[in-house]
């Protein structure tokens, strides 16, 4: 009988450590994003890429068993391929981007994740090439200083199979190099959440993180 009922234990305990959780996602991007969570994706941003100025934060639930695999695709507004924004009027310039984002249990609150330096992220789109872009009168994106390099988006790269280990890891930034604006400051951020991107928060338009949730 106390054979039987250790078991009894044993089982109910593994099956209660497999149920899914219910977990709230705080995203901000400059400017757009969209989330994967195990290849299936859970939210786009409302806010379309084509908005110049798009700076909103999202929150929302979804379930998912642990571990899980937590990919995003994050764009800096720009209006071509150049990397540039406001082409042809006098504030063309080339944009900056940012990204920060938790992942909290909806049961109790407790942070499960969050942004950070230990992510994998990897540049599809970089430009200008040339920094002088900016200051052109006639910006052609691919043409001299405003060409712009682009790397293939990979088969599967949301699937928590892929193999992301040769991407280069995330980089911190400061709320100060970022200068988050409207929808950040209506988050409250876990200390643990920190705004990324990739080296150059300027010339690198668009990005592919993954984050793996273990626990």
Known sequence: MRTL???????????????PKSIIADI????????????????EDSVPITTERSFNAETTTFTSDLP????????????????????GTNRQQ???????????????????AATDGTMRCLVVQHAP??????????PVAGQGACAFVETPIPANWTAADFDDSAWPLAVEH???EVGPKDGYDKINWDKSAKL????????????????????
Do not use: H
Request: proline share 0%.
């Open 94 to 112: 080339m944009g900056d981007g940012g990204m920060i984002a938790q992942f909290r249990d909806a049961a109790n609150g407790a942070l499960i």
């Open 174 to 176: 400061t709320a100060r």
């Open 129 to 138: 090439v040339d920094r002088a872009c900016a200051n052109e009168r006639d």
């Open 196 to 215: 990324i991107w990739s080296d150059d928060l300027v010339l690198d338009n668009t990005l592919l993180c993954r984050l793996v949730v273990t626990e």
């Open 28 to 43: 901000w991007v400059d400017n757009w994003f969209e989330m994967y969570v195990n290849g299936e994706k859970v939210i």
């Open 5 to 19: 009922l250790t078991a009894a234990l044993i089982l109910t305990a593994t099956t209660a450590l497999a149920e």
């Open 68 to 87: 899980m695999t937590i990919a995003i695709m994050a764009k800096d507004f720009k209006e071509n391929d150049s990397g540039l924004e406001y082409i």
